[in-house]
């Protein structure tokens, strides 16, 4: 069966950086575009990045541009998030999610398969 399990989250001041990763298993990772969302407290899901399944194609949210970059490894089925300079309003449950259709990359309801979530969270 298909699973997708992050790690790498945890609780950091602000300014600091982390770096989520998400390993894929049961499916041909390379058929999927990946995405990261991320949801914070009494918020709706939110996206965050995203990369095309050849890893040529990025695109994220206006609030963590240029701040946190995706990448990915096909070969270890793995995609990763660094995020630099956090804030606090980047505390949130960050999920990441696999989409065989690449019809858009921005909406939840397009991802096939979603992994549990890591936690992280930003003092101030």
């Known amino acids: 069966q298909v699973q997708l399990v992050e790690s790498g989250g945890g609780l950091v001041q602000a300014g600091a950086s982390l770096r989520l990763s998400c390993a894929a298993s049961?499916?041909?990772?390379?058929?999927?575009?990946m995405g990261w969302f991320r949801q914070a407290p009494g918020k709706e899901r939110e996206f965050v990045a995203y990369?095309?399944?050849?890893?040529?194609?990025?695109n994220y949210a206006d609030s963590v541009k240029g701040r946190f970059t995706i990448a990915r490894d096909n070969a270890k089925k793995e995609v990763y998030l660094q995020m630099n300079n956090l804030k606090p309003e980047d505390t949130a449950v960050y999920y990441c999610?696999?989409?065989?259709?690449?019809?858009?990359?921005?909406?939840?309801?397009?991802?096939?398969?979603w992994g549990q979530g890591t936690q992280v969270t930003v003092s101030s």
């Open positions: 990369i095309s399944r050849s890893g040529g194609s990025t």
């Open positions: 049961g499916l041909t990772f390379s058929w999927y575009d």
């Open positions: 999610a696999a989409d065989y259709s690449g019809r858009t990359y921005r909406e939840s309801h397009e991802y096939d398969y």
